[in-house]
């Protein structure tokens, strides 16, 4: 009887603790019980289009003296965000200070100060587009996320349970996404008034590893932890979720239930062989790298995901559609700038946004029409 009721014990000891899958490649959602049975549509990746070039070139840009006011400058730009109305907002973590702009770059005002209160900032900032065009700001080293209305008005502020490597994403509902404090999922819904909803994506997403696996456990720990640069989230005009796993380089598209729709991984040839060499050379040095810098979403509702190709010494955007079907590869003409976060941003015109000088200076980019896009080989460099 002892032996029996011990038995049954341990049963459901080991029963309550799950296992993540050892699947290799991405994870198989029938079977993982990290995530909901769901049957996936089955992705045609064509490489045919592997290699071919759109352009961008600078067509303005917003720098210092836009403004009569006291803070007409950039300091330390750390995130841009656009409204459903082509207004661009810049968050300055130096200056603690959100700088509004309208679809012709015009500034419009200016809000936020360095302090604790409500209303201020402390830290890292970074931001998202809500509903009815409130911009949620996440201060990362002050734990909080605020509030605030279009026209720069406070609303309120909601502290986060300790130190959060995160960033606040809304959708027009004003449900707000947050990488999960569970330990289970990867990411947490919660109400305008944060509130938790529902968590779903398990962890075998963000722990399955390509192209290179960890091989020491002080690697394994700077690369299994959550955070916003190693976890991308973006939010469609209709309100889809998509997932970016910089570990795994798998992009997994839901709808406004959380519901899988596709998943697929990044596979671009060109991006995958000079990748796997800057691991090479990082675990040489016992670190850990992010290959996408910044992702978003173009006017075409395109996933847009920005990389620094070590080999040819500039940086690409890979553009696919939300089906995982591979567009092409934008590039800027002459920019050789060694970075994977140059463009952060594009509006319903279809204008790029990106972050330049330092982080002091905002460039505007369209494509170049006039600049056929063409096959990799007829590229001189």
Not at 125 to 143: A, F, H, Q, Y
Not at 262 to 277: A, E, L, P, T
Not at 365 to 380: G, M, T
């Amino acid at each position: 009887m002892f032996i029996t009721v011990l038995g049954y014990i341990v049963a459901c000891k080991n029963s309550s603790k799950p296992e993540p899958s050892a699947q290799k490649g991405v994870p198989d959602l029938n079977t993982s019980i990290y995530s909901e049975p769901l049957n996936i549509p089955t992705v045609d990746q064509s490489r045919s289009d592997l290699e071919k070039i759109t352009y961008i070139e600078k067509a303005g840009e917003i720098k210092d003296g836009f403004s009569g006011e006291e803070y007409n400058f950039f300091a330390q730009i750390t995130d841009l965000s656009i409204d459903r109305k082509d207004n661009l907002y810049v968050a300055d973590s130096k200056l603690h200070r959100i700088f509004k702009f309208n679809k012709n770059g015009e500034f419009i005002s200016s809000f936020g100060r360095e302090g604790q209160g409500p209303g201020e900032f402390t830290g890292r900032l970074r931001m998202s587009v809500g509903d009815d065009n409130k911009i949620i700001i996440t201060d990362i080293e002050g734990s909080k996320i605020s509030i605030y209305s279009a026209r720069g008005e406070f609303i309120r502020q909601f502290f986060l349970p300790g130190f959060t490597n995160d960033e606040a994403l809304a959708n027009s509902q004003g449900d707000i996404f947050l990488l999960s404090e569970g330990g289970f999922y990867v990411i947490d819904r919660k109400s305008s008034s944060l509130k938790h909803k529902n968590s779903f994506l398990g962890l075998n997403y963000h722990l399955n590893f390509s192209p290179i696996q960890p091989t020491s456990k002080l690697i394994f720990r700077m690369s299994k932890n959550l955070s916003f640069m190693s976890i991308h989230k973006l939010i469609s005009d209709d309100d889809h979720l998509y997932v970016v796993f910089n570990n795994s380089q798998i992009v997994v598209h839901l709808d406004q239930q959380n519901k899988i729709l596709y998943q697929f991984r990044i596979d671009h040839q060109r991006f995958v062989g000079d990748f796997k060499n800057r691991l090479l050379e990082a675990k040489k040095n016992g670190k850990w790298i992010n290959c996408f810098g910044s992702v978003f979403i173009d006017n075409n509702n395109h996933i847009c995901l920005c990389y620094y190709n070590n080999s040819l010494g500039l940086p690409e955007i890979y553009r696919y559609q939300y089906d995982g079907r591979f567009i092409d590869t934008i590039r800027t003409k002459n920019l050789k700038i060694k970075s994977n976060k140059i463009i952060r941003a594009c509006d319903s015109q279809g204008n790029f946004y990106g972050i330049e000088k330092e982080a002091s200076q905002i460039s505007i980019y369209r494509i170049n029409r006039n600049l056929k896009a063409i096959n990799l080989e007829q590229v001189d460099f």
